[in-house]
């Protein structure tokens, strides 16, 4: 499955989680382990030592849980390479209990370059089965299908076929937030616009969890995880998608904060604090001699204060690469790239002054006004 963005207060700048640890790299897409993965091996471990398997077997169903991530990472390469081809950057790849999560800037706005980068993840799992059954064909090592089906007289590359094609098909469910449902709204979209194909999959991926979640209470209580994530997922979507619509068309400088504090390079972090403290403001730009340096955050600071002390200047713990946006700007492309970084505010530079800040206090105070102006009004009426 992919995603188009990463939110919370866990978020580093490359918009991955604190929790994550990144294990490689490739094509310029930085690929990390979540903390929560680690699960995913105890949880092998104690069911193979509870099975009471030999420490051979055991180091075999850990190695085949490695193999199948491999192909994970594989499959969201299929999305992110596709992606790369329409412009989108993919920020990174997080590996996670249930699967893994592409991190694109923004999903493709165009129907057909929505199916396509949603299409190769299951293309790419389908591919490296069929290129095992070749194999496994051409050395005369494939087994009947009786032994696939007990599992356990199956090789090691056999499961692995067999888990690809599991991966395919169930991204391949037309819901949110797997392939599938991607799939689905670009094809809706065609005819029904982009929110309403978002409304449609977003429900299917609700009954989906029903689904998963009522099944998963008398068979497999994974399946109740599944289900949680399935929901979460399929209500973020439809509410991105809502957000999205309800900012389209309007200009960043219609909701800039055009009353901010700006700080010097020189300036002690103990200014910074006075600042944070008696005011609404956590994030600062740092400018001299009328030109943006960069920006120091709240958590800058802090980290700054724990290591180097109150006098630290704010140069020594400020970032200098913060996006900085236009106010002629729409705000759907501001608000993604706000929501890819560590800030909580970006500048905005016209003809090469500050002019303002984008905020997500501010956004989130426009989205409210916006949802309750586009809310039918009711009639009222007085009794006398």
Known sequence: MSNASHS?????????????????????????????????????????????????????????????????????????????????????????????????????????????????????????????????????????????????????????????????????????????????????ATRLGRLKATQIAALAGKIMALVFGAIGLFTNPFLLVIAFFVWVGAAQEAASEEMKSLLEGIPVGRIAMTEFVSVSPWDPLTRVVELILHGPQQDFPVVEDGRLLGMVARNDVIAGLAKSGPDTPVSEVMQHDCPVISAPEMLPSAVERLEGSSFRALPIVQNGRLTGLLTLENLVEFLMIQSALSQPHRATTKTI
């Open 8 to 188: 919370g207060a866990d978020r580093t700048a490359a918009g991955v989680s604190r929790y994550s640890w990144k294990i490689g790299e490739f094509a310029g897409i930085g690929v990390y382990i979540h903390a929560t993965f680690l699960l995913l091996i105890a949880w092998v471990l104690i069911v193979y030592a509870m099975a009471g398997k030999n420490t051979a077997e055991v180091v075999s169903g850990v190695v085949f849980v490695l193999a199948v991530f491999v192909c994970i990472v594989l499959h969201e390469f299929g999305h992110s390479l596709t992606a790369r081809r329409y412009g989108i950057r993919t920020r990174s790849i997080t590996l996670l209990p249930i699967g893994g999560v592409s991190s694109l800037e923004h999903i493709p706005e165009k129907p057909s370059e929505e199916f396509k980068v949603a299409v190769m993840g299951p293309v790419v799992s389908i591919a490296i089965s069929l290129a095992i059954f070749v194999g496994l064909s051409l050395t005369g090592s494939l087994s009947n299908l009786r032994d696939l089906a007990s599992w356990t007289n199956a090789s090691f590359l056999q499961r692995l076929m067999v888990v690809n094609l599991m991966l395919a098909a169930f991204n391949l469910l037309p819901a949110f937030p797997m392939d599938g449902g991607r799939i689905m709204r670009s094809l809706l």
